[in-house]
Structure formats: C-alpha cells, structure tokens
C-alpha cells in the first residue's frame, strides 16, 4: 500500500496545477487575487510550528475546488504548508480512502500530515454551510427524468459558480471551515 509520503512525492506543485488547468481557470484566480486572508497570526504561527504538509485531491472542472483551493492557497502561504495536487480521475486509489459519506468521489479532500507523513486533518469538500446551500439548490431541480431537467441543472450550475466566485460571504465561510477543521486536528 502507497504511503501518504509516497502520495505526496507524487504530487505536483500548485503552480504547475494552476498553470494545468483547462476550465474554471480564470474564477480560480479572481478568487485568489480577491480573497483577503484574516490576520490570524496565531493561527497561522501554530500552522508554521506543526510544519505540515497538505495532499490535495481535486479536478479542475470542479466548482468546489474553484472556491476553496484559492482560498486553501493562501491558508498554506501564510502557515507555510508545502502542497502537492493529485487528479483525482488519476488516483482513485488515494481517492477512495477518502469518499464522503462513504460513497462519493466528492472533491476537494485536502490531506493535512505531518513531517512523518502521518495524517493530523482532512478537510473538504466543502464547508458545512454551503453543503446547505447546494442541497438546498438541487432539492429546487425537477425529477431527473423530467424533460427540462439538464437545461435547469445546467442553469443552476452556473448560477451557482457565479455565487461561488462574487459571494464574499461564501469565501469567509470556507475559510472559517478549514480554520475549525485545522484546529480540531
């Protein structure tokens, strides 16, 4: 069995990630260029002194991973996390260890270790409030046998990518997410 170590040696830089990315490519950067990290500077000393490491799951036709790795980005900066990227379609291996609910290939999964390579925390893959909001937004769709099912899915998507790139709130919320879940660990 592959070792988290070995995961994240197979992993690529964010930059190269970012550099990769066919869709959602352009909200992901409004997000981070926008996002303004809160000056937690406890937090983010006691980020620096665990020395961890972060294993992230993701694709970047994905809307969660669009809102939150931005915002995950500068979480990392600021504590000095050293992040690897894995595709998920590519390392269903990984994936699988980490399904949500049991059941869903769900991304983002961020894999917080340690220097040892052992796993302190995993977030994702998204905050509990906008779980909320998406069910919520999928609970307004018709059956899926409907005929106008895909054309009001695919009109909901967008709205909701949209929200996902303006809604400031949404950012913090994501933020204090990852914050509870780094603290707990």
């Given at each position: 069995?592959?070792?988290?170590?070995?995961?994240?040696?197979?992993?690529?830089?964010?930059?190269?990630?970012?550099?990769?990315?066919?869709?959602?490519?352009?909200?992901?950067?409004?997000?981070?260029?926008?996002?303004?990290?809160?000056?937690?500077?406890?937090?983010?000393?006691?980020?620096?002194?665990?020395?961890?490491?972060?294993?992230?799951?993701?694709?970047?036709?994905?809307?969660?991973?669009?809102?939150?790795?931005?915002?995950?980005?500068?979480?990392?900066?600021?504590?000095?996390?050293?992040?690897?990227?894995?595709?998920?379609?590519?390392?269903?291996?990984?994936m699988d260890q980490y399904l949500t609910n049991g059941k869903s290939r769900s991304i983002p999964i961020i894999i917080f270790i340690n220097q040892n390579g052992d796993e302190v925390a995993k977030w994702g893959p998204r905050a509990p409030e906008l779980q909320v909001y998406i069910d919520?937004?999928?609970?307004?769709?018709?059956?899926?046998?409907?005929?106008?099912?895909?054309?009001?899915?695919?009109?909901?998507?967008?709205?909701?990518?949209?929200?996902?790139?303006?809604?400031?709130?949404?950012?913090?919320?994501?933020?204090?997410?990852?914050?509870?879940?780094?603290?707990?660990?």
């Open positions: 069995m592959t070792t988290l170590n070995e995961w994240f040696d197979k992993g690529i830089h964010i930059d190269a990630y970012l550099e990769s990315m066919q869709a959602h490519k352009e909200n992901t950067l409004h997000i981070y260029d926008h996002y303004e990290l809160p000056a937690d500077t406890e937090f983010f000393n006691t980020l620096r002194s665990q020395r961890l490491r972060a294993i992230v799951l993701t694709e970047d036709w994905c809307g969660d991973a669009m809102l939150n790795l931005p915002i995950f980005y500068h979480i990392a900066q600021a504590g000095a996390i050293d992040v690897r990227i894995l595709r998920r379609d590519e390392n269903l291996e990984l919520e937004s999928f609970s307004s769709l018709p059956d899926k046998d409907a005929p106008e099912y895909g054309e009001k899915r695919d009109q909901m998507l967008t709205f909701i990518t949209k929200s996902y790139r303006d809604n400031h709130d949404f950012w913090q919320r994501v933020y204090a997410s990852m914050k509870r879940g780094l603290e707990e660990a």
